[in-house]
């Protein structure tokens, strides 16, 4: 007897099967091209860096090192705080020489040697010192006395010279000992110009690397400012109100242009003569103008040159002593008395 044949599955579950496969697939496919990051395994990318934009305006963008202008308030940024500038003062403060009623008391002489004055007679050093003591004299209450060193740097010569100029300068070697002795003791540093046959201007643009320390001044000696054709000590020189002129405008336009203090501008005098229109020399901002009274000998042979030279309506008056050739040195008393008022003392 045979055996039934086994049932025949239905051939519509395998089209249901296949179908439903399909429908899986396309669902998969969907949504990975909807969710593409999804299907990989790396991390996702940084987004790329915005691009750079002009400034607006075409305002150049920030040198290095200069705050952002965009930066919120109080960021902290690497350009340090500016600093106010300080001025250049006197060696005792302020920028006037006679702001009160101060006395300049000076030696008076060359580098290395006594010929020309007291104050080459020894170092600088111990010239400070001898140069105190004669100060000392002259201080009153309420009346302070400032030290002023008065150096010859252009010297006049008897012979010629390779300029011909009847005259020569310091070595800068010999004058800057005095410019840091200055500095050192709070002086002034007076550069006495003896110029020969030269002008005074040219002279003293010589030195204008000495003339821009706040502490240095100029002082002009017409006695050894001759014509061509007169040797230096032959006679008493003399110069023009017109080279004066000349001369402190070149100083106080230095004056000016480096923002010093006021500078001394000494006229040496003790003949009328020797300086020629007076009245046409003008005044100058920047410079304090002293007309200094020289002359030796007796008390009252140096009272009668201080009465006819001085002219008070034009500059502060001084005033020199000479230790060697003064008959009976006048003494801070017999200074003091003088009239028109002795601003500035200086020793020789």
């Known amino acids: 007897m045979s055996q039934p044949e086994p049932p025949r599955p239905d051939a519509r579950w395998a089209v249901l099967a296949l179908v439903l496969l399909l429908l899986v697939g396309l669902i998969a496919v969907a949504w990975g091209v909807a969710h593409p990051q999804a299907l990989s395994a790396s991390p996702p990318a940084a987004p790329a860096a915005p691009a750079v934009l002009p400034n607006p305006l075409g305002t150049p963008p920030p040198s290095p090192g200069a705050p952002d202008p965009t930066a919120p308030s109080g960021t902290p940024t690497s350009t340090p705080t500016a600093r106010?500038?300080?001025?250049?003062?006197?060696?005792?403060?302020?920028?006037?020489?006679?702001?009160?009623?101060?006395?300049l008391v000076a030696y008076y002489g060359t580098a290395g040697t006594g010929a020309l004055g007291v104050l080459g007679e020894t170092s600088p050093a111990r010239m400070q010192q001898q140069l105190e003591r004669a100060a000392a004299a002259f201080r009153r209450p309420g009346r302070p006395v400032r030290l002023v060193y008065e150096l010859i740097v252009t010297i006049a010569d008897r012979s010629p010279g390779p300029d011909r100029s009847y005259s020569h300068p310091l070595s800068r070697a010999a004058v800057e000992p005095y410019v840091r002795a200055a500095r050192r003791h709070g002086?002034?540093?007076?550069?006495?110009?003896?110029p020969g046959h030269?002008?005074?201007?040219?002279?003293?643009?010589?030195?204008?690397?000495?003339?821009?320390?706040?502490?240095?001044?100029?002082?002009?000696?017409?006695?050894?400012?001759?014509?061509?054709?007169?040797?230096?000590?032959?006679?008493?020189?003399?110069?023009?109100?017109?080279?004066i002129n000349r001369t402190s405008a070149w100083l106080a336009?230095?004056?000016?242009?480096?923002?010093?203090?006021?500078?001394?501008?000494v006229l040496h005098q003790f003949r009328t003569a020797m300086i020629r229109d007076i009245d046409a020399v003008r005044s100058r901002p920047g410079l304090a103008m002293v007309q200094h009274v020289d002359g030796f000998g007796t008390r009252s042979e140096k009272?009668?040159?201080?009465?006819?030279?001085?002219?008070?309506?034009?500059?502060?008056?001084?005033?020199?002593?000479?230790?060697?050739?003064?008959?009976?040195?006048?003494?801070p008393?017999?200074?003091?008395?003088?009239?028109?008022?002795?601003?500035?003392?200086s020793f020789q």
């Open 333 to 345: 008393a017999e200074v003091f008395a003088l009239r028109p008022r002795v601003r500035f003392v």
């Open 198 to 243: 030269q002008r005074f201007l040219p002279a003293a643009r010589h030195w204008a690397w000495a003339l821009r320390q706040p502490e240095v001044g100029l002082a002009l000696d017409p006695e050894w400012r001759l014509p061509r054709g007169v040797v230096p000590a032959q006679q008493v020189g003399s110069v023009s109100a017109a080279e």
């Open 253 to 265: 336009d230095l004056v000016r242009r480096h923002d010093l203090p006021e500078k001394l501008f």
């Open 303 to 331: 009272r009668a040159t201080y009465r006819v030279v001085a002219r008070p309506d034009l500059f502060r008056m001084g005033f020199k002593l000479f230790y060697d050739e003064d008959v009976r040195r006048m003494g």
């Open 187 to 194: 002086a002034l540093l007076l550069l006495d110009i003896q």
């Open 84 to 103: 106010p500038t300080t001025r250049p003062t006197l060696p005792w403060g302020g920028r006037r020489i006679f702001a009160g009623d101060d006395l």
